[in-house]
């Protein structure tokens, strides 16, 4: 059975920082690019970071550079966005997804991120 589990999420302070785990099963994850979106009330789903499966070729949208950072460990099936100097404008419910050109793309559940004093 397929499970893509994210945790971590939680209410932060601005300038606070979280780590987001996305735990990964049922397929073999290695073979899988990943990448973490995130969707804030009233918006649409947005590309936040991804990475290769090899973790060669890593992307970030504009608004996180330099402050997030996403990797993963194939040995514990588990991808990760570290968020660091969060801004309230990153309150957002964060979902990890995997991808593969020749299997169905995979999401997670999400779980909410919050910045808030």
């Known amino acids: 059975q397929v499970q893509l589990v994210e945790s971590g999420g939680g209410l932060v302070q601005p300038g606070g920082s979280l780590r987001l785990s996305c735990a990964i099963s049922g397929f073999t994850f290695s073979n899988y690019d990943t990448s973490w979106y995130r969707q804030a009330p009233g918006k649409e789903r947005e590309l936040v970071a991804a990475m290769t499966s090899d973790g060669t070729r890593l992307n970030y949208a504009d608004s996180v550079k330099g402050r997030f950072t996403i990797t993963r460990d194939n040995a514990r099936n588990t991808v990760y966005l570290q968020m660091n100097s969060l801004k309230p404008e990153d309150t957002a419910v964060y979902y990890c997804?995997?991808?593969?050109?020749?299997?169905?793309?995979?999401w997670g559940q999400g779980t909410q991120v919050t910045v808030s004093s």
């Open positions: 997804k995997a991808v593969n050109l020749y299997s169905p793309t995979y």
